[in-house]
């Protein structure tokens, strides 16, 4: 059975550091990997999508790698601003549906 | 073009009742998640649609939850006899392809049983 582990739950940085948040799954068989933001009281926003063939993808200040040997995605945001403060989760699939993390919190402080 | 749409936003409905959540894909897509988030039990999901298959059940927590799409599009949860533990945001999700491609989410439902 599969399971995805999100560690530390909860982060706090100052403003301009970088941020680091990990994604650990059991199961190496899966399609891909995809990271989401989530604002309080709304829905789920994609912000990349790593396929199993892949090791790293990039879209701006963002960067995620995946290791499927390992079991391991680590999501990067440089830079981090107060606007990046929300729950960050990862999210792996075989076959269509999706198995989240539980998330990680994170607040960047001005 | 427009994302996946939910209604309604909130429903309060009392101890018992019947629910039913709609959920509009992004046009072309083929497959459509129910998922559920509740405080206790993070995100999980519930039934998944692809194009004409039989959909997969396998998430659905009990014989009272049951979903629908018509026309390969617009998909209906329905809750029968609802209970307290069935408060939750329910979020429905939309892919061109299961498995390749990002899955995209709508807002969601809150809903609160009383």
């Known amino acids: 059975k599969q399971e995805v582990t999100q560690i530390p739950a909860a982060l706090s940085v100052p403003e301009g550091e970088n941020l680091v948040l990990n994604c650990s799954f059991t199961?190496?068989?899966?399609?891909?990997l995809q990271w989401f933001r989530q604002d309080p009281g709304k829905g789920l926003t994609s912000l990349l999508l790593?396929?199993?063939?892949?090791r790293e993808q990039t879209s701006g200040r963002l960067n995620a790698s995946l290791d499927k040997s390992s079991g391991r995605s680590t999501l990067y945001i440089a830079a981090s601003q107060p606007g990046d403060s929300a729950t960050y989760l990862c999210?792996?699939?075989?076959?269509?549906?999706?198995?989240f993390g539980a998330g990680t919190q994170v607040v960047v402080t001005p | 073009g427009a994302g996946v749409s939910q209604s309604p936003s909130n429903k309060v409905t009392e101890k018992g009742k019947d629910v039913e959540l709609r959920c509009d894909p992004i046009s072309g897509h083929t497959a459509l998640y129910w998922y559920r988030q509740s405080l206790g039990q993070g995100l999980e999901f519930l039934i998944y649609?692809?194009?004409?298959?039989?959909?997969?059940k396998s998430g659905l927590p009990s014989d009272r939850f049951s979903a629908e799409r018509t026309g390969g599009s617009v998909s209906t949860l329905t809750i029968q006899r609802t209970q307290q533990e069935d408060s939750a945001v329910y979020l429905c999700?939309?892919?061109?392809?299961?498995?390749?491609?990002?899955?995209?989410f709508g807002p969601g439902t809150r809903l609160t049983v009383t």
């Open positions: 790593i396929q199993s063939s892949q």
């Open positions: 999210a792996v699939t075989r076959g269509g549906k999706l198995q």
């Open positions: 999700a939309s892919s061109p392809d299961p498995g390749l491609y990002e899955q995209y």
């Open positions: 649609f692809q194009g004409n298959s039989a959909p997969d």
């Open positions: 199961d190496s068989a899966i399609y891909n």
